[in-house]
């Protein structure tokens, strides 16, 4: 797709304030997360550089704290990788559902952009911009301040869960955010009666599914869940027309 | 070195995985089906993710363990839904569970 050169796309420092506005609240319970994943890096004692390196270059919570417990216990390269595409396979499904949004955009942010691509930014580019401004001059820079907003906590914090994460005591329960961080995401993308089907269905099939190996189970959750969804948006209409 | 090279590996497939759709732009069609269920992978993603980690993520825990977080996910569920406050949620979700922790 091409871009046409005549769209005004210069910075837009509102945009990216309200990117970033809107996604801090969304980052606070990944705070806790990010330093108990330092921690186990810590504990498990890999080397501290390398075992921090995966959060710029993996740049996903739950895949990292799976990579580095497969790599604690000395899986080979091949279970490790497939291991992280299989959790972070739902990633292709938000690229999806982007795919339209950023199509006006150039090449450029459509090569950067996906890197920011996490379950925040992509909770909050879904909706907002749709909202406020729809242009894709705002789109872009707001996913930008979201992206970055997201993207320097999860440095910070898993930084110091490596360097300082044995203050932390594990009666605390501070893995206890991260369902909540994930509940809240839940509930904010509700909008009408298929989001809720789709979030029974994802919920029930992630339940029955969670025995499958390297969170296949997960994905299947969300393959179902989101059928599940626009099969009854597609009968709701139906019944109303 | 191998433990860089594995990393490097996996986010080299986790960015290819977000790039997909993305990049590729319309050189690849969907049914129509799949093109309206694209709306509903938040909500079936976001409650996959957090409902199994809520009852037991590990497999149920027992009784003392478990009772706990299912009733601090529901104040923290409440909370949220009223408010649409994110890190209030965390604080009710968090209270909760430490003080039934403690109780029980």
Request: contains cysteine; hydrophobic residues 55%.
């Amino acid at each position: 797709m091409t871009t046409p050169s005549n769209i005004d796309l210069s910075f837009d420092r509102n945009a990216a304030l309200i990117g970033m506005r809107q996604t801090i609240p969304l980052v606070i319970p990944g705070v806790p997360f990010g330093f108990v994943l330092g921690l186990i890096v810590q504990e498990e004692g890999l080397p501290k550089l390398a075992g921090w390196s995966s959060s710029w270059l993996i740049f996903a919570g739950s895949s990292q704290l799976a990579a580095l417990n497969l790599l604690a216990d000395g899986a080979s390269a091949a279970v490790i990788i497939v291991s992280v595409f299989l959790i972070n396979s739902r990633h292709a499904m938000y690229s999806a559902a982007m795919r339209d949004r950023f199509a006006p955009l150039p090449l450029w942010f459509r090569l950067v952009g996906p890197y920011f691509l996490i379950d925040q930014s992509f909770a909050v580019a879904e909706t907002s911009p749709d909202l406020v401004d729809p242009t894709p001059r705002f789109r872009m820079w707001h996913f930008l301040g979201a992206g970055a907003a997201v993207w320097s906590m999860w440095q910070i914090s898993v930084a110091a869960g490596v360097l300082i994460g044995n203050v932390v005591r594990e009666e605390w329960a501070l893995n206890f955010a991260v369902p909540i961080l994930f509940l809240g995401l839940m509930v904010f993308s509700i909008k009408n009666k298929p989001g809720a089907v789709a979030a029974v269905v994802g919920a029930v099939v992630a339940l029955v599914g969670r025995e499958l190996p390297q969170g296949s189970g997960l994905l299947l959750a969300i393959i179902l869940g989101m059928a599940a969804g626009g099969i009854a948006e597609a009968q709701l209409s139906r019944r109303s027309s | 070195m191998r433990i860089w090279l594995i990393i490097a590996g996996a986010g080299i497939v986790t960015y290819l995985t977000r790039a997909s759709f993305i990049v590729l732009g319309d050189r690849v069609t969907l049914p129509p089906i799949a093109e309206r269920s694209l709306s509903y992978v938040a909500p079936a993603a976001f409650a996959a993710i957090s409902v199994p980690l809520i009852l037991g993520g590990d497999g149920f825990a027992g009784f003392n363990e478990d009772v706990p977080r299912i009733l601090a996910a529901t104040a923290a569920g409440a909370v949220v839904w009223k408010t649409r406050n994110i890190p209030l949620s965390l604080l009710a979700g968090m209270c909760t569970l430490w003080s039934l922790t403690w109780l029980l």
